[in-house]
């Protein structure tokens, strides 16, 4: 009985982390580094 309940509290604190860590990834951006080599505009040719 008691390895049940522990396997269940194992198991929604898993599930739990994992929506939290979802809804984070959600809220914050998505690219929190910028472009590692930016691009200045081109220039067009003619």
């Known amino acids: ?4 309940n522990i396997l269940k509290f194992v198991s929604l604190l898993g599930i739990g ?9 959600c809220t914050t951006p ?4 910028p472009n ?3 691009n200045p505009t081109p220039t067009p040719n003619p």
Not at 1 to 4: A, D, I, L, S, T
Not at 17 to 25: G, K, P, R, T
């Open 30 to 33: 998505v690219n929190p580094t």
């Open 17 to 25: 982390s994992f929506v939290m860590l979802a809804a984070a990834s």
């Open 1 to 4: 009985m008691k390895r049940k």
């Open 36 to 38: 590692p080599t930016p």
